[in-house]
């Protein structure tokens, strides 16, 4: 009995771990991402990433950009300081590719990454980046027409 009790509290908790990871496929076709990695939340480049992107809330939004914070065992997605964290380490572990304190991503409408810098990018090369794409040139000829 308490072999079967055992294994499903470990059952549940990992159907539950893995409800609470963020898959970022739904993404896909709908919106690009920003994904500004850091290792401590208190890392300079990406309190300036931020800082930067919060600067032009309306380009992010014509562009269908959604900004994802990942930080080892938690993200959150936008730029708001009072949105909650959720706990998870996969984002992390999918994105942080190479050992550096920070890195910011971004990543098209078909899901590959477009950028990936150890800098912070100025949000005015990221859209300018995005304007080059033939996906961002048709929504741009679809809004004039």
Same mark, same amino acid.
């Given at each position: 009995?308490?072999?079967? =009790?055992?294994?499903?509290?470990?059952?549940?908790?990992?159907?539950?771990?893995?409800?609470?990871?963020?898959?970022?496929?739904?993404? /896909?076709? *709908?919106?690009?991402?920003?994904?500004?990695?850091?290792?401590?939340?208190?890392?300079?480049? @990406?309190?300036? *990433?931020?800082?930067?992107?919060?600067?032009?809330?309306?380009?992010?939004?014509?562009?269908?950009?959604?900004?994802?914070?990942?930080?080892?065992?938690?993200? /959150?997605?936008?730029?708001?300081?009072?949105?909650?964290?959720?706990?998870?380490?996969?984002?992390?572990?999918?994105?942080?590719?190479?050992?550096?304190? @920070?890195?910011?991503?971004?990543?098209?409408?078909?899901?590959?990454?477009?950028? =990936? *810098?150890?800098?912070?990018?100025?949000?005015?090369?990221?859209?300018?980046?995005?304007?080059?794409?033939?996906?961002? /040139?048709?929504?741009?000829?679809?809004?004039?027409?």
């Amino acid at each position: 009995m308490y072999l079967i =009790r055992s294994l499903i509290t470990i059952s549940f908790f990992s159907m539950l771990t893995t409800a609470c990871a963020q898959d970022l496929s739904e993404h /896909r076709w *709908q919106d690009r991402l920003i994904i500004i990695l850091a290792e401590d939340a208190a890392n300079p480049a @990406f309190l300036q *990433q931020i800082a930067d992107l919060k600067q032009d809330q309306t380009a992010l939004q014509e562009r269908r950009l959604l900004v994802y914070q990942v930080l080892p065992n938690r993200y /959150r997605q936008g730029l708001d300081s009072n949105t909650s964290w959720a706990n998870s380490a996969i984002l992390f572990e999918q994105f942080s590719t190479v050992q550096v304190p @920070f890195q910011v991503l971004l990543i098209g409408l078909d899901g590959g990454v477009k950028l =990936r *810098q150890q800098t912070p990018v100025n949000g005015d090369a990221i859209f300018d980046l995005i304007d080059t794409m033939p996906m961002r /040139r048709a929504e741009m000829r679809r809004k004039k027409g």
